[in-house]
Structure formats: C-alpha cells, structure tokens
C-alpha cells in the first residue's frame, strides 16, 4: 500500500539518458575551443547543473570568456546528437505503467528541452500538461522552489508526494522542499545521494515496488 498521492521525476538522467550525452557534446565543444575537459569531468563537475552556471564555471576555470552564443551552439549541437542517439533509461517504460497515481517531470532544463527528449524517447505522453521548468520560476534546482511549485500544481501537500532524483543538485532540493525523495544510483554514487538524504536504489525495475505500488518488475 502506498502512502503517495503524486510521484515528481527529474529528467535528465532519470527518464532520459542525457546526461552522459549532453556532457559529452559540452566536454567536446569546450575542448575544440582550447580548454581540454573529458565528458567524465563534465559529468562530475555538471551533472544536474543549469547550463549558464556550467559555462560561467568553465569561464571562470578558463580565465577568459566564452562566445556570446556558446550556449545556444551548445543547445542546437545537443538537440542535434538526442535524435539520434538519445534512449529512454532503461526499464523507465515499463516502471511508469506500474505507477498508478499522477506523475509529472520537474527540471532544472527548459521546458523545450525536456518537451524534445520526451518525445524522442516516447515518454511525453506520460506527463502531458504536466512539464515543469525551472526557467518558468527563475529559480534553479537545489532551491526547493521548483519541487513545491510540482506539488502545488498537481495539488499535493509536499509529504503526500515523492521525488526521483539523480543529482547532488536534485537531492538537496527535495529535501528543502520537504519531500521525500528516492536516488537512482545508476550512475551517481549511493553514498553520495545518501548523505544529501536519498534513499538509493540501482534499477528502474525496483522503482514500483519502493513506492508501494506492487512488486518488483522482472
């Protein structure tokens, strides 16, 4: 029996294998214009990260400015490398079938983004309407205001909800929000997501059984 009325999930790295992707094509680009960063630092130094915050960090590392439309050269080289290559994480699919209650998508990313890799990955019919930004408050992921923001519109008090995070960034918001929230651990470190106040767990498959909605999926 579960005790959740709304269920809130990140994106980027908990629907959609982006992150490794969209790191990859930053690490690149930052490395073509003489700053050498491999797509595994970016993954450490970025992961859940607003993009303006990222480069403002290359910048800083760099001592110098980057192009004035280096974001969106970023944004249209990634829209560009998702069709193609983005997936679905695995086993998300067959998790959101067996998830009964209300569930939405908030995100540090643009609404246009997170719109783009839903529907490359066949996922956006699951959250139609239900899409938040972080960009529609002007306040970013570890604030908790996105999460309380979710909650409200789906017209759930904080406790009657859950949050499925995968980043440092995530996890903190949740828990200022006062939500609880499970860690997917696939490519993050448990301990990590467990300090900041997770509860961790490896595979999509585990997912409706730890919010009690039946058992494991094989």
Known sequence: ??????????????????????????????????????????????????LADCLAVVEDQMGQKLPDDFANQVRAQMAEVFQTELQAIQGVREALESIP???????????????????????LHYFEGRIFSA???????????????????????PEECVVIEDSH?????????GIPVLGYADHSSPAELEALGAKTFRSMHELPALLGFSSEIS
């Open 101 to 123: 209650v209300t569930k939405c998508v908030a995100s540090n990313g643009p609404q246009e983004k997170m719109a783009l890799t839903l529907k490359i990955t066949d996922l």
């Open 1 to 50: 029996m579960t005790k959740y009325k709304a269920v809130i999930f990140d994106c980027d790295g908990v629907l959609v294998d982006s992150e490794t992707l969209g790191n990859r094509v930053l690490a690149e680009m930052i490395t073509e214009i003489g700053f050498p960063l491999s797509p595994e630092q970016a993954v450490q130094q970025f992961k859940g990260g607003k």
């Open 169 to 177: 960034l995530g996890v903190q918001a949740a828990v200022a929000a």
């Open 135 to 157: 960009y529609t408050l002007g306040v970013w992921k570890p604030e908790p205001d996105l999460y309380l923001y979710a909650a409200k519109q789906m017209e759930v008090h």
